[in-house]
């Protein structure tokens, strides 16, 4: 299994850090191309839309996106520090690192909400967006540390795969959403290996009884998770048909609804759970049975380790 350090991550983190500024000053989105890649987005399937009406569609979901990121930060940050003040004075490299996260995470927080102005100003109207960021992570904070450690580090390890599989290469996408997702994706290169650390730390010596409790948070966050993207769905689709100025009719309604749906849920939940090195990494924190449980749960998301 891969092997990390406070160290590394801290001294990688000031290698590529930037301000909001660096990312947002001077940029605008472009309508007349696609802000999301098409495996994130529902847009392909959707056999109801012109040409014209999927790029738009990808403009929603794109506001929805970065809303949804800034979303799962407010409980992250928060986490980080109080794990780094189990190293305070004593461990100073991982106390140094674990801060350092916890400050990107709200930069990240602040330069998603930036990004929701500019995606509002370019489409014309504020997008409605799923409220209560505050009640969900007061609710996520309370599960056990092992349970947030494993979804925070699902959530990290998917930003990369976004970025590197989706938007990297793309010349065909919005080059301003290339650019912020570059940009996230620099720094949770980090965030992800120090997730990978502190889980570990969570789960050695862990009581058998609190390894099942994780496994139970765990598996109910997710279904939370699922919660919100429904929610969040139903407001792309009022979204886009005010975007379009006219209603979609129910039957390309329900179409699009459940395309955006199957998209939300492979970029939040599925190529998270997916990821080789979250694989590695929940195959080290639980035993086969509690794999299983899991992938169960998740209705056969999780794939074993290769
Ligand atoms: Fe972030
Ligand atoms: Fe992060």
């Known amino acids: 299994m891969a092997q990390y350090t406070y ?5 990688n983190s000031y290698r590529v850090n930037w301000k909001i500024s660096d990312v947002v000053s001077g940029q605008r989105f472009d309508p007349s191309r696609r802000w999301l890649p098409a495996r994130l987005s529902g847009a392909d399937a959707s056999r109801s839309l012109s040409p014209e009406e999927k790029t738009k569609l990808t403009h929603v979901e794109m506001g929805a996106y970065a809303h949804l ?9 928060p986490k980080m520090v109080t794990l780094a003040r189990d190293f305070e004075i004593d461990n100073r490299e991982a106390f140094d690192a674990l801060t350092n996260f916890a400050a990107e995470e709200v930069k ?22 799923i409220p209560g960021q505050k009640e969900v992570a007061r609710a996520v904070l309370s599960k056990q540390t092992g349970a947030v450690l494993l979804l925070t580090a699902a ?7 976004h970025y590197l ?32 650390l502190e889980t570990l730390r969570a789960f050695k010596g862990i009581a058998d009884a609190d390894r099942e409790t994780a496994i139970d948070d765990l598996i109910e966050l997710v279904g939370a998770v699922d919660g919100l993207l429904r929610q969040q769905t139903d407001l792309d689709v009022d979204n886009f048909e005010r975007y379009l ?8 309604r329900q179409e ?3 395309r955006v749906l199957g998209a939300k849920r492979y970029t939040f939940i599925e190529s998270g759970v997916t990821h080789p090195n979250f694989l590695q990494l929940f195959a080290a924190v639980t035993t086969p049975a509690q794999q299983e449980r899991v992938q169960k749960a998740l209705g056969g998301v999780l794939q074993p380790a290769a």
């Open 256 to 258: 699009v609804y459940e």
């Open 69 to 77: 990121f800034g979303y799962v930060e407010e409980f992250i940050a």
């Open 165 to 196: 599989t989706g938007m990297k290469d793309n010349e065909a996408l919005d080059p301003f959403t290339r650019h912020i997702f570059k940009c996230h994706w620099l720094e949770e290169s980090q965030h992800a290996r120090m997730d990978h």
């Open 7 to 11: 160290e590394d991550c801290l001294q």
């Open 245 to 252: 100025d006219r209603p979609l009719g129910a039957s390309a």
């Open 108 to 129: 990240h927080m602040h330069l998603f909400r930036e990004v929701r102005g500019h995606v509002n100003a370019a489409v014309g109207f504020p997008l409605a967006l």
């Open 155 to 161: 959530i990290e390890w998917f930003t990369q795969l």
